[in-house]
């Protein structure tokens, strides 16, 4: 019995001992109290993930602007401030630059992370980006898509001057702005001029793949007993991506087949380009199929809805505010100043997207005071800021 008492008196001691001396110097953010194994979902409310936004400005609010949430065991650190996200992706990029391990469904639509957005940070990232920056965004390539702008801009005025003459107001603005946008960027994208049944089609096959994110996301819980008891939810979601290849790659074949076109387009850099290949360190290999879908279906969906929402409110601020709409107009067009102060104050107060790319630590580092792991993985929330010296604060 006292051998007994000696051992647990020892173990007690050794973790009293290991409490006092060898526990880390920073804690995880605040969160929600979590169960082993479950994480801290639980305590989510019933209609917690359709309205997640409240949920997270609900937490916030009561534990603060850095949140930790537990999805199984591993946690999420949750950055809801603009200055912690300005201090971690700017002053601290590079070690908050890499991409978590994505999701099994997502790995589905990316090609196993071989898109811009979610590929790790790394030779791929760096070559995908360079590709994208260099070759399409560059000043230089950006004018030469100005006829390609101006049919985009003629198709909208025609969208709005329609729905005046036939209802008397336009009340579909987001849908025009939308459609508008989507039409330049399938232009830049496969270098074509498509018809309105061809950007349906794509449109189409582009919505259906964002809707099912909500739709398969029980794939992604317990992902390996899944794979078997939800076969043909499985099934389903690979018949999505496989009906959004074959409408891409009627277009980027068409391309393909093509000796020359007048500017040059994504899907031409694409064609070209070669990627370092993970087996051999050195070697490179052209793009498969889907890879190349799946960076077209990124630059398709990523400046399509941010882009044409926030112009929508650009357009209803100037209608709001006609005084602005002058300053505008009457503005010298070389230095564009007072637009740009426009259109930053409307991202500011109208932010288009609010939850941003994850991103993950390269090590254990410490942000506002808290630790964030290195097995983490760091989402960040963006809602109306009220900051109005934000920018002469440089954030």
């Not at 001691?13 to 804690?27: E, M, N, R, V």
Request: net charge positive.
């Amino acid at each position: 019995m006292e051998i007994i008492t000696i051992i647990f008196l020892t173990i007690i001691s050794l973790i009293f001992i290991k409490l006092i001396f060898f526990s880390p110097p920073h804690k995880l953010p605040p969160g929600p109290p979590r169960f082993p194994v479950i994480g801290n979902i639980i305590w989510l409310k019933k209609n917690s993930f359709s309205d997640f936004q409240g949920v997270l400005r609900d937490l916030a609010s009561r534990h603060g602007p850095i949140i930790t949430l537990h999805v199984g065991s591993k946690p999420s650190i949750w950055v809801t401030d603009r200055s912690l996200a300005h201090e971690a992706l700017v002053q601290n990029g590079a070690v908050f630059s890499d991409r978590p391990l994505a999701l099994p469904t997502t790995r589905v639509i990316t090609s196993n992370q071989h898109d811009i957005h979610s590929s790790v940070y790394g030779s791929l990232w760096r070559t995908l980006r360079r590709n994208l920056t260099s070759e399409i965004l560059q000043p230089a390539r950006v004018k030469a898509h100005g006829p390609s702008r101006k049919w985009a801009l003629e198709i909208l005025v025609d969208l709005f001057e329609t729905e005046q003459r036939e209802k008397g107001f336009v009340s579909e603005a987001l849908d025009h702005l939308r459609h508008a946008m989507f039409c330049l960027l399938a232009l830049m994208c496969f270098g074509e001029k498509l018809r309105r049944e061809e950007i349906k089609e794509i449109e189409e096959a582009q919505y259906q793949m964002l809707i099912s994110y909500t739709k398969f996301s029980v794939l992604n819980i317990f992902p390996s007993v899944t794979k078997f008891l939800l076969r043909r939810k499985w099934k389903e979601y690979l018949e999505l991506r496989k009906s959004q290849e074959s409408v891409l790659l009627k277009f980027v074949n068409a391309r393909g087949r093509e000796t020359s076109g007048d500017v040059l387009c994504y899907v031409d850099t694409l064609l070209s380009l070669e990627i370092p290949t993970e087996e051999d360190e050195g070697k490179k290999r052209k793009l498969s199929d889907s890879e190349i879908v799946s960076l077209c279906s990124e630059l398709l969906n990523a400046a399509t809805d941010p882009t044409a929402t926030a112009m929508q409110w650009i357009l209803a601020i100037m209608v709001k505010y006609p005084e602005i709409q002058k300053e505008i107009r009457e503005e010298d067009l070389g230095k564009l100043s007072y637009l740009k102060a426009v259109i930053l104050e409307s991202l500011r107060r109208h932010p288009p997207g609010h939850y941003l790319s994850y991103h993950k630590v390269t090590n254990d580092t410490v942000l506002g005071g808290f630790l964030v792991p290195r097995q983490g993985s760091l989402p960040l929330y963006t809602y109306r800021d009220y900051c109005y010296n934000c920018y002469e604060l440089g954030i």
